[in-house]
């Protein structure tokens, strides 16, 4: 069973900064992509990035291209999502994900396991 631990999250001024950190156990970390997903109040899970196994492969929602950069440390097992020049629409308790293969993907059915979620909060 795989156990994913986010850290991270907090509060923070429009334009300012956050790193997101997942932590993983129970699995084999290094063999399958990981996701962020967030969910803001009154609407929809939505996906916020993902990276491949290896790290070598990103992709980005639209809206936070330029701004969030997702990586991963293997040999820490951890994922993390560094957010730049925050806006208050950014505000979302934001969730990591580990998908069931090599690549990230869009679609939440494609993870298997999720972590229980950590709140991100922008003043504007």
């Known amino acids: 069973q795989v156990h994913l631990v986010e850290s991270g999250g907090g509060l923070a001024q429009a334009g300012g900064s956050l790193r997101l950190s997942c932590a993983a156990s129970g699995g084999t970390f290094s063999r399958y992509a990981m996701g962020w997903f967030r969910q803001a109040p009154g609407k929809e899970r939505e996906f916020v990035a993902g990276i491949s196994w290896r790290g070598l492969t990103t992709n980005y929602a639209d809206s936070v291209k330029g701004r969030f950069t997702i990586s991963r440390d293997n040999a820490k097992n951890t994922v993390y999502l560094q957010m730049n020049s925050l806006k208050s629409e950014d505000t979302a308790v934001y969730y990591c994900?580990?998908?069931?293969?090599?690549?990230?993907?869009?679609?939440?059915?494609?993870?298997?396991?999720w972590g229980q979620g950590t709140q991100v909060t922008v003043s504007s």
């Open positions: 994900a580990q998908a069931r293969g090599y690549f990230s993907s869009g679609d939440d059915s494609e993870y298997s396991y």
